[in-house]
């Protein structure tokens, strides 16, 4: 679809490569790298496909560029079976940066379903290599925060519905805690059509970051979608991992890349993650086993997936 064509065409962009069958509705394309040159980019979905997408299949080239980059993404911010922006700077930024890299992730506007018009512009600079990492100890859940938003032609109570819905939801199961889930109105200048939505994160005392979200659409209650996203948080947060669902498969290319051993805790191992580890193996050298974890209690369904990564080097620098 858009979004999976338009990924395709700035990795072709990005390393001067050659792409034959791609068009949408292609069942085949042949892709032909070139050297990975940095510089600015633009990728547009023309439609509500998701800019988070588009920055995961840059990101792992852009790292290994021979001079820093601009990535000017344009399509849909805040979109369904994708993750938010707010879910990318919030959780995704903070844990994959211990990969010893850093980005700057910048939210000119927001796009919604169905017409998208968001853009961001991620800058990034190259590196030499990427560390393992090792995040096997969740800690205590020490905060919750949040962010309910509306923008368009909504009103703000929507906000404030959702947000409150969410920390009824959340206190439920944990009490004692103080949860700040802030209810925004996007400025009109900063935001293209006409959405609502809700994040809510849980950090934890050793630095793991674990989200639930949700977004609104026509005919559904604002409580439900506040609900729905703190049901998501709570379910993650059960199963004793570090990552949740969402970041999990992420992190499947950045440990087949680096160099050593990286080990990561988590909850059942998604479909998304399976795909991402067999075709990491296919295409690396990397080697990756995911073993049941030998928790205190066997009740939690709690996983180990280790990679011994392929220690990629950056040709340029």
Do not use: W
């Amino acid at each position: 679809r858009p979004q999976h064509l338009s990924g395709l065409e700035i990795i072709r962009d990005l390393c001067d490569g050659k792409l034959e069958g791609g068009e949408i509705g292609s069942t085949e394309i042949t892709f032909t790298p070139g050297k990975i040159k940095g510089g600015t980019h633009i990728a547009d979905t023309k439609t509500a496909g998701s800019v988070c997408l588009l920055m995961q299949v840059a990101m792992p080239c852009v790292l290994f560029a021979a001079s820093p980059s601009e990535l000017h993404l344009k399509g849909g911010t805040n979109a369904e079976m994708a993750p938010q922006i707010d879910y990318a700077v919030m959780v995704f930024k903070p844990v994959v940066e211990k990969f010893n890299f850093t980005f700057n992730c910048d939210i000119k506007k927001r796009g919604y379903y169905p017409q998208g018009g968001g853009e961001v512009v991620v800058q990034m600079s190259p590196v030499k290599e990427l560390s393992p990492i090792n995040l096997t100890e969740r800690g205590t859940v020490t905060k919750i925060y949040g962010r309910a938003f509306v923008a368009g032609a909504l009103p703000i109570k929507l906000a404030k519905d959702m947000s409150a819905a969410a920390v009824r939801c959340v206190r439920k199961e944990i009490r004692d805690l103080y949860i700040n889930i802030q209810a925004v109105r996007e400025p009109d200048d900063q935001a293209f059509g006409t959405g609502s939505g809700i994040i809510v994160v849980a950090e934890t005392s050793t630095g793991c970051l674990l989200a639930g979200s949700s977004l609104g659409k026509r005919g559904k209650n604002s409580d439900k979608v506040g609900i729905e996203a703190a049901e998501i948080l709570l379910r993650n947060l059960k199963h004793g991992g570090t990552v949740d669902e969402s970041l999990q498969d992420q992190l499947i290319i950045f440990m087949a890349l680096a160099k050593g051993v990286s080990r990561v805790k988590s909850g059942p191992i998604t479909l998304h993650t399976q795909t991402a580890i067999h075709f990491a193996e296919q295409l690396t050298k990397a080697k990756f086993t995911v073993t049941k974890s030998e928790e205190e209690d066997p009740s939690k369904d709690t996983y180990i997936i280790e990679c011994q990564g392929m220690g990629m080097i950056n040709p340029n620098l």
